[in-house]
């Protein structure tokens, strides 16, 4: 049975900063992904630009060479494929980890056609995996989605789109500029003011033009195949708004079951993990969290700017334990 030093689940850009600051000090590591490298940004919009600037979302020391200031998915795709080739992080594709259990000194696993061993994890896992499902009668409809590709399957077809942050207000404008009649449903009384300065005034004029139907304040109540019913909540009157598509952007959430299952202590509301703030280790001693997956539900707190930085303090951390336990 071969025993690792060190198991990251996780190849999204701060799982691959953790390989890259373990590959340095010469670990014996195995990154564990579900899909492919940087599988979570492989499904963002096919067209979206990062809101972070080139070098802020670079790792490994590595340029990140981008025609614009704001690099685009497909340039962060390629950077990062070549970023793990640079750096030979030992990787293991398709493979989802489904328990992890503590054994001996370190850890188990479990797989579904393998069982792995380390005396270290870091869970790297993200939150783009488990949309946050809205609970309505209709959500599960083949033309309903809580994820978004590209609009040239939708034009000249009607959809509604639901939430208020830049998720939302991209693919309502996206969808728009490919002759899509939109209208967008969203529970509070205006657009989520901290979303990209540049895309909120953008959609409120679509909105006062009328080439975006609006209803704030508005919740879903039920989707049909038809249509979507939606309550104005001051008032608690309803509308039926035609649609052949939905998109639910409201957002995603971290896994949290495999973490409560792990034994990691998850405090408020928002399951946010206790962890050391100098280390990233959790309450299950040998057990560390880097990137999003940190911020629990608010999703919004850890990006690939913050998160990367997780990766030093970490590997720090394991070869410190590791040096002393030497001596
Ligand atoms: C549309 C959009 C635009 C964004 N723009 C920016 C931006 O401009 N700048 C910025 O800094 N951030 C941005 N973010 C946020 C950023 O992309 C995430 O915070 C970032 O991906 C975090 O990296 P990560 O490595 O922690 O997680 P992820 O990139 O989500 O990687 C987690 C990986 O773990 C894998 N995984 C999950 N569960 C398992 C399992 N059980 N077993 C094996 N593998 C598993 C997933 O497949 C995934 O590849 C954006 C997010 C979205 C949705």
Not at 40 to 50: E, V
Request: glycine content about 6%; aromatic content about 10%; overall charge neutral.
């Amino acid at each position: 049975m071969h025993n690792y030093d060190l198991i990251i689940i996780g190849a999204g850009p701060c799982g691959l900063a953790c390989g890259i600051e373990a590959a340095h000090y010469d670990l014996d590591y195995l990154i564990i992904e579900k899909g492919n490298i940087t599988e979570s940004i492989r499904r963002y919009p096919h067209d979206m630009k990062f809101f972070s600037t080139a070098e802020n979302i670079e790792i490994g020391k590595l340029p990140l060479i981008s025609q614009d200031i704001r690099p685009s998915r497909t340039e962060a795709l390629k950077y990062y494929r070549r970023a793990a080739n640079h750096y030979n992080l030992n990787i293991r594709p398709f493979t989802t980890v489904q328990e992890i259990t503590k054994a001996g000194q370190g850890f188990q696993l479990k797989c579904e056609e393998a069982v792995f061993h380390a005396r270290k994890v870091i869970i790297a896992t993200g939150y783009y995996d488990i949309p946050k499902t809205i609970g309505v009668e209709g959500e599960d409809l083949p033309h309903v989605s809580h994820y978004y590709d590209e609009p040239y399957r939708y034009t000249n077809t009607r959809a509604v789109v639901v939430g208020g942050a830049n998720s939302a207000i991209e693919v309502a404008l996206d969808l728009y500029r490919n002759q899509v009649e939109v209208s967008l449903v969203h529970q509070f009384e205006s657009l989520d003011k901290t979303a990209k300065y540049w895309i909120v005034p953008d959609l409120e004029n679509r909105i006062k033009n009328g080439e975006v139907k609006a209803f704030f304040s508005s919740r879903v109540k039920r989707i049909t195949k038809d249509f979507v019913e939606v309550e104005h909540i001051p008032t608690n009157r309803t509308k039926k708004l035609s649609a052949d598509f939905v998109f639910l952007m409201t957002g995603y959430r971290p896994d949290v079951e495999l973490l409560q299952k792990t034994g990691i202590q998850l405090n408020g509301p928002a399951y946010i993990p206790a962890l050391n703030p100098q280390t990233y280790e959790s309450n299950v001693a040998g057990i560390y969290m880097a990137g999003s997956v940190v911020g629990g539900e608010e999703t919004a707190k850890i990006f690939i700017e913050n998160g990367k930085l997780h990766a030093k303090p970490i590997i720090a951390d394991i070869m410190n334990k590791r040096n002393r336990s030497n001596v």
